[in-house]
């Protein structure tokens, strides 16, 4: 469904004014989304499809993947969780996964950012440079 | 025996074993040349991503959450839900002087069957010009060797010249002409017929010409011991409309290259209104303003 130029600057205006220092408000954001639900103004459908992408970009920011070659143990995974949330914020959301295939090491992904430790990476770049 | 594996040593201290912070984005769709990625929140107007397969892309357009890629060579094997890189670099391709008497795409790598060219320096495709109080006015002049254009019209070192004609009415002519002109007054310098005259060094940009065209210039100035002195950029008609859009700024650092040396050039864009159409190609395929 394309979206409006219109609904789109118009849920950016609803989702900054449910924001407060960089943090949603659930409670606002709620209340606001029942409200054009109920109201219907004109376009709503395209707000509410704009809000809906606002939201998942918030979220999508906020979600930690941290790969490891084998399972983390509790200090190694906790170190990890503090060293993280004193960089981006204590509101993260970490999703802890095991795939062998990167041999080694750890590859942890906080929103579009990306930390390439794996041993896999490591190699890849030692086989480009020769 | 031990030369090679101090070299392998060198190479190995060379990679980074540290833990390097890259920004990601997913590929969304794509389509026409085209890709729209998710994430991307560094990416930068005109810097290089990196896609799977060892393909660069182009972003061209930024929006909130998305950005608008053109990939800079064949992007078919791109399906949705890949991950791309930025690199954090600006488009840039390797100049030098080497890539005289060589056919190049607008990437900057040889298209001629000559081998791979060692490059002096990378050079962005987008720079700022130097200003009005950088230039010097005009005052040597160059000798397009036209009797009809040194008398009447003559054009000086520095200075812009808009060929503008009917089709088949010889344009490109008139270029190329030019261009062997210099070639022949250069060597007349070099032997001493010529005095006080500075070589002056060309780049021809074909942007959109069918390749039997751009392989009859190239050996046109072959045959005339032109091409020792010129570079051809060449962005055919069967190329992506990204790549003859970009062609002229491609040529153009490999003049800027040539002019930081100190060196006089002389560039030709042929032609300008097919990088127009395909200017408004990517731009309309992008979304971003087509321009005026």
């Known amino acids: ?130 | 025996m031990s030369s090679i594996l101090q070299e392998l040593e060198a190479q190995i201290a060379n990679v980074s074993t540290s833990v390097e912070k890259t920004n990601i984005g997913i590929v969304r769709e794509t389509g026409d040349g085209v890709a729209k990625v998710e994430g991307l929140s560094d990416a930068q107007l005109n810097e290089m991503i990196e896609f799977p397969g060892g393909l660069t892309g182009l972003a061209l357009n930024l929006e909130e959450g998305e950005v608008g890629v053109v990939f800079l060579g064949d992007g078919k094997h791109i399906t949705e839900g890949m991950e791309c890189k930025a690199t954090g670099k600006l488009l840039s391709i390797p100049v030098g002087e080497n890539f005289l008497g060589r056919v190049v795409n607008t990437l900057g790598e040889p298209i001629d069957g000559k081998g791979d060219v060692s490059a002096a320096d990378q050079y962005p495709v987008e720079k700022i010009a130097p200003g009005i109080i950088k230039r010097k006015s005009v005052s040597v002049p160059l000798q397009t060797g036209i009797a009809a254009i040194d008398a009447m019209i003559p054009i000086g070192r520095g200075q812009r010249e808009l060929i503008i004609g009917d089709r088949s009415t010889g344009k490109t002519t008139i270029a190329i002409d030019t261009i062997i002109s210099q070639a022949n007054q250069n060597k007349a310098a070099a032997e001493g017929r010529l005095k006080d005259h500075k070589p002056v060094y060309c780049i021809y940009v074909a942007i959109g010409q069918k390749q039997s065209n751009i392989a009859r210039t190239v050996s046109i100035l072959e045959d005339a011991g032109a091409l020792d002195n010129t570079t051809i950029v060449a962005a055919s008609a069967s190329d992506s409309a990204t790549n003859q859009f970009l062609a002229p700024y491609s040529g153009c650092a490999f003049a800027e290259y040539l002019m930081d040396q100190g060196k006089d050039v002389l560039i030709v864009f042929d032609d300008l209104s097919k990088q127009a159409v395909a200017y408004r190609q990517v731009s309309l395929t992008t979304s971003s303003p087509t321009g005026t």
């Open chain 1, 1 to 130: 469904m394309k979206v409006s130029k219109v609904a789109q600057s118009t849920a950016r205006r609803i989702f900054r004014l449910c924001s407060k220092d960089g943090q949603v408000n659930e409670e606002h954001l709620r209340i606001a989304v029942t409200k054009l639900a109920e109201e219907k103004p004109r376009d709503y459908r395209g707000m509410l499809q704009a809000l809906r992408r606002l939201l998942q970009a918030e979220l999508v920011k906020k979600q930690v993947t941290v790969e490891s070659a084998v399972d983390l143990n509790k200090a190694t995974s906790s170190k990890v969780k503090k060293s993280l949330c004193s960089q981006y914020g204590d509101d993260l959301n970490f999703d802890f996964k095991v795939s062998p295939e990167l041999l080694g090491g750890m590859r942890i992904r906080v929103g579009n950012d990306l930390f390439d430790g794996s041993v896999k990476a490591r190699l890849e770049r030692l086989q480009e440079s020769l």
